[in-house]
Nanobody, 125 residues
């Protein structure tokens, strides 16, 4: 199971840190990604991290503002979001994919095996 948390209401330019907590699996065997879905829009990829944490990847719109990281000992993945913009407003979901590849990350929602319930992020202008 995955549990996303840390969302909230913040002014433009502010920061939030999302957390994705996992249970019931060997977390280090899973690559993790963050996705978001704004009202009336399709779910889009935001960031991903390999199962070892050695490789990360971001969508262009968040590159340089968001940072994905993980702590396998704590069964957690984080998304630090800085310089937030109103267009970042969405429900943010974390997802996990079982893999034995230590360095691969995944960007397609259909590639993931497990999803969290989502946490709302609202950025006011």
């Amino acid at each position: 199971q995955l549990q996303a948390s840390g969302g909230g209401l913040v002014q433009a330019g502010g920061s939030l840190r999302l957390s994705c907590a996992a249970s019931g699996r060997v977390f280090s065997n899973f690559a993790v990604g963050w996705f978001r879905q704004a009202p009336g829009k399709e779910r889009e990829f935001v960031a991903a991290v390999s199962r070892t944490g050695t490789r990360t990847y971001y969508v262009d719109s968040v590159e340089g503002r968001f940072t994905i990281s993980r702590d396998n000992d704590k069964f957690a993945v984080y998304l630090q979001m800085n310089s937030l913009k109103p267009e970042d407003t969405a429900i943010y979901y974390c997802a996990a994919k079982f893999t034995l590849d230590a360095y691969h990350y995944y960007t397609g929602p259909n590639e993931y095996d497990y999803w969290g319930q989502g946490t709302q992020v609202t950025v006011s202008s």
